[in-house]
């Protein structure tokens, strides 16, 4: 196998949540002036990992920070040359996208970009085609690789068939928090909170997937812990137009088309984010995500040549998330956080509005996926080991090192 370890970065010029509710809105982002950013802690984590052959950062800045975020990432890969980094920024993007325009002209071009979480990964899975790698790992800036067996793991079983005859085409992995659990915290959520929590469901998936046989069948997908193949990226892309949560949109995408995720119970990453600026912004986010994958999951069980996805498929975790109860829950929740807790005017306003626009925007977007899917296998199919692309980004996106050489 030939992997590439992907790791997506969000850069800006101070800590602050951007306008939520649409493509192009992240959790959080780092400060370029940050004196230890969590890039630097990933790559350093990957310096002791076996076999890294590169590892290509996608570098997701404002135009108006663009230049400075460029500069710190790169000084950063430089002191990282074991790892054979590659940077792709808006530079590098480009050469992409018009790579992509000339195969699917009347494709939208953000689907293929460094704009939103799934268009982001497409450029991520774009550039290992081009450059012939037939894994990709995915790994974010925020998490860190625990022991030298990081790249090890990630390819266990993968490209194989289980017992079953089943082939692993995705596997994820999961994150550790900072006290070294797999598990969501149980403590009892306030009261405003309690139609919010996903605790129990996703433990006692976790509880199942962490006791049974070392790979089993996922309902989960850790996005910076998760590994793809060839056989399955090339045929089916992440879905550009999700606002979050487009690695668990990725297995369902995947199950539409007849692949399954898997779960490696031995395979996984210490998770260490910052702090979350704003919590009203990504339950805004949270809303928008929801209601759209119950409106893409109804459209999709009622299409031709899809495989049928049933939230009842998907218990105890996310079936009740992807169900259209899902809508209460964002109403009820929204109003009791705009009576008590911070932010609560912000709260009012999706209760009032940003819900009903949540919605109403899902049901306008939820078959956009499906179009841009048809493009997708052909792009891919072209792209892959374009030999004239792969020198183009390499010559662009390497690092330049300090004495005015390049990392091989």
């Known amino acids: 196998m030939n992997p590439v370890v992907v790791i997506p970065s969000y850069w800006t010029w101070q800590d602050e949540p951007l306008e939520i509710g649409r493509v192009g809105a992240y959790d959080h982002a780092t400060p370029i002036a940050k004196p230890l950013p969590e890039l630097e802690t990933c790559l350093a984590s990957l310096d002791a990992v076996r076999g890294v052959l590169r590892v290509v950062v996608l570098l997701v800045a404002p135009r108006s920070c663009a230049e400075g975020a460029r500069a710190r990432v790169d000084a950063i890969c430089r002191s990282h040359p074991r790892l054979n980094p590659l940077v792709v920024d808006q530079r590098e993007a480009d050469l992409v996208t018009r790579a992509v325009e000339a195969i699917a002209p009347k494709m939208d071009r953000e689907s293929v970009s460094l704009r939103g979480y799934g268009a982001i990964r497409n450029m991520g899975l774009a550039v290992a085609a081009v450059l012939g790698h037939d894994v990709v790992v995915f790994l974010d800036d925020d998490e860190v690789a625990l022991d030298e067996n990081f790249l090890i793991d990630a390819l266990f079983g993968l490209g194989l068939d289980n017992r079953q005859g089943l082939p692993i085409m995705a596997k994820s992995g999961h994150f550790l928090d900072r006290s070294g659990s797999p598990y969501a915290d149980v403590s009892k959520p306030h009261w405003r909170d309690r139609h919010w929590a996903k605790r129990v469901e996703f433990n006692q998936w976790m509880h199942r997937a962490q006791t049974g046989t070392r790979i089993s069948r996922s309902n989960y997908v850790c996005g910076g812990c998760f590994a793809v193949a060839a056989q399955a990226f090339c045929n ?169 050489g390049t990392h091989a």
């Open 236 to 404: 089916v892309a992440f879905d550009p137009v999700i606002p979050r949560g487009e690695d668990l949109d990725y297995l369902l995408d995947l199950r539409m088309h007849g692949l399954d995720v898997w779960f490696d119970n031995q395979w996984r990453v210490r998770h260490l984010p910052p702090e979350c600026p704003s919590r009203a912004a990504r339950f805004l986010q949270d809303a928008y995500r929801w209601e759209y994958e119950v409106a893409k999951l109804r459209f999709a069980n009622s299409s031709i040549g899809l495989r049928q996805v049933r939230p009842e498929s998907l218990r105890p975790y996310p079936s009740e998330w992807v169900s259209p109860e899902v809508s209460h829950r964002i109403a009820l929740t929204s109003l009791l956080r705009a009576i008590a807790g911070p932010e609560r005017m912000a709260y009012l306003k999706i209760f009032l509005r940003g819900r009903r626009k949540a919605r109403a925007w899902a049901d306008r977007h939820c078959s956009s996926y499906f179009a841009f899917q048809t493009y997708w296998p052909k792009i891919m199919g072209t792209l892959w080991q374009d030999a004239l692309l792969a020198r183009r980004l390499v010559h662009s996106g390497t690092p330049v090192a300090q004495d005015g």
